[in-house]
C-alpha cells in the first residue's frame, strides 16, 4: 500500500472543477444576493447545513471507527479524516450566516416582534444574538479540537509507528461522539429549530445527527467506488468491503426512519397547539407530495435495495444508490427547512433558482477542500497496530 501522499489525475481533476465550480456558483449566487437578500439567505442556509452535517457526520465515523476498528473503517478513515477537516472551512463559510443573515432568517432577531409576543418573551434568555454567537463558538471549537488531535495524531502514527498513539485516538473518540451528538443538538436548535421558535422537539437534533452519518456514508461510498476504478487503492481491494458500507448505510436509512417517525408519531399523539403547525405547515401547498417522496425515496426504496447482498457488491448499483440517498438528503433539508419562510401555507412549494445554485457552490468549494486534504495523506493508514490483526490472512 501506499507510503506517502499521492498525486493522482482523478482527484486533482475533482480538486481543480469542484474548486472552480465552486468559486464561479458562488459569484453568480452573490450577484443573486443583491436582488434579493431575503432569498438567498433562506437557500444559503439550506445548502450550508447540508455540507456541515457531512462534515460532522465525517467526524462522528471517525470516531465511531477508532472504537470499533473494523474493516470498513480502515478503506474508509482517510476519506472521514479528510472530511472532517473541511470544518474550518465550514467555520468561515458560517460568517456570512452569523454576520449578515441572521435578521433576514430568524424573527426573534426582530426585538419589537419580540416584545409583542410571550412566548418569545419567554425564550429570549436562550433566543437572543449574544448566546447565538458564544453558543456557535463552542460548538466549532470543540467539533476543531477533536478534529485536529484525531486527524494530528494519525498522521504522526504514519510517520512514526508509535503504538501509544492508537490509544489516544481511542480515548478521545470515547467522549467525543456524546460530544458531537449534544454539540449537534443545540446547533440543529439554534440554527435552524429556531426558524420557527414557537415549535419545539426534544428528537430534532437527532434527526440531524442520523442524517449527517447517512449523508457522510453515502460521500465515502461513492469515493471508495471511484477511487478504486482509478485504481488510487493499491494493494486493497475496495469493493471487498462495499457489503460492509452498504450495511451500514442500511443501518442509518432505518435509524432515520425511526428517528423522524418517532417525531411525527409523538407530535400526533401530543396534538399540541404549539407543536401540530409544524406538520401541517409541511401537509399541503404541494409539501405534502415532499413528504411522500421521502417516504418512499428516502427509506421505503433504499430499505429494499439495500437489503439485498447481490447489490451491495456491485460498485455500479451502489453508486447509483449512494448518489440518489446524497440527493434524497437535500430534499429531506429543504423540507424541514424552506417552509419556515413562508413557502409553505397558501403559498405553497415555490423553489427558487438559488435553492440549487447555493449548495452547488458550496459543494464545490467542500469537494476542493476535501480533495486537497486526501492528497496530504497516504490514502491507507500506516503502522497502526490493529491494522495487522484486523486484515490477517487477507495479504495486506
Not at 125 to 150: C, D, Q
Not at 291 to 305: C, E, Q, S, W
Amino acid at each position: 500500500m501506499a507510503t506517502e501522499s499521492f498525486d493522482h489525475p482523478f482527484v486533482n481533476i475533482v480538486q481543480r472543477w469542484g474548486l472552480l465550480a465552486g468559486a464561479s456558483v458562488l459569484i453568480l449566487c452573490g450577484i443573486g444576493a443583491f436582488a434579493d437578500p431575503q432569498q438567498f439567505f433562506q437557500s444559503y442556509l439550506v445548502g450550508y447545513i447540508y455540507w456541515l452535517i457531512i462534515s460532522l457526520g465525517c467526524l462522528g465515523l471517525l470516531m465511531l471507527h477508532h472504537l470499533v476498528s473494523g474493516r470498513w473503517g480502515f478503506v474508509i478513515r482517510r476519506l472521514l479524516e479528510s472530511g472532517a477537516r473541511t470544518l474550518p472551512m465550514m467555520a468561515i463559510l458560517f460568517i456570512p450566516i452569523a454576520f449578515l443573515g441572521m435578521h433576514h432568517l430568524y424573527e426573534w432577531t426582530h426585538l419589537d416582534t419580540v416584545a409583542k409576543d410571550p412566548i418569545l418573551t419567554f425564550k429570549q434568555p436562550y433566543l437572543n444574538t449574544s448566546w447565538f454567537y458564544i453558543r456557535a463558538v463552542v460548538y466549532f471549537a470543540l467539533w476543531l479540537l477533536w478534529t485536529f488531535l484525531l486527524t494530528k495524531w494519525s498522521r504522526e502514527q504514519d510517520q512514526s509507528g508509535d503504538p501509544g498513539l492508537k490509544s489516544r485516538m481511542i480515548n478521545m473518540s470515547g467522549p467525543g461522539i456524546p460530544m458531537l451528538i449534544l454539540t449537534m443538538t443545540f446547533a440543529a436548535t439554534d440554527w435552524v429549530m429556531s426558524l420557527e421558535p414557537h415549535w419545539y422537539s426534544t428528537i430534532y437534533g437527532l434527526i440531524f445527527v442520523v442524517g449527517g452519518a447517512l449523508g457522510a456514508m453515502a460521500v465515502c461510498i461513492l469515493w471508495v467506488i471511484k477511487l478504486q476504478d482509478a485504481n488510487v487503492y493499491q494493494e486493497v481491494d475496495a469493493f471487498k468491503y462495499l457489503s460492509d458500507l452498504g450495511t451500514l448505510m442500511f443501518a442509518f436509512t432505518c435509524l432515520w426512519a425511526y428517528v423522524t417517525f418517532s417525531q411525527f408519531l409523538i407530535t400526533w399523539s401530543g396534538n399540541l397547539a404549539e407543536e401540530a403547525p409544524w406538520y401541517i405547515r409541511r401537509s399541503h401547498g404541494g409539501w405534502q407530495y415532499v413528504g411522500a417522496a421521502l417516504i418512499v425515496f428516502h427509506f421505503i426504496v433504499p430499505f429494499f435495495l439495500l437489503l439485498q447482498r447481490a447489490i451491495k457488491r456491485r460498485a455500479a448499483l451502489m453508486l447509483i444508490v449512494a448518489s440518489f440517498m446524497l440527493f434524497m438528503r437535500y430534499v429531506d433539508l429543504y423540507y424541514f427547512i424552506a417552509p419556515a419562510f413562508g413557502h409553505g401555507g397558501s403559498g405553497g412549494l415555490h423553489p427558487h433558482w438559488l435553492d440549487l445554485a447555493v449548495p452547488v457552490g458550496i459543494g464545490g468549494l467542500w469537494l476542493g477542500f476535501f480533495t486537497m486534504q486526501l492528497k496530504s495523506v497516504p490514502l491507507m493508514p500506516l503502522h497502526d497496530p490493529r491494522m495487522a490483526e484486523t486484515f490477517a490472512g487477507e495479504g495486506h
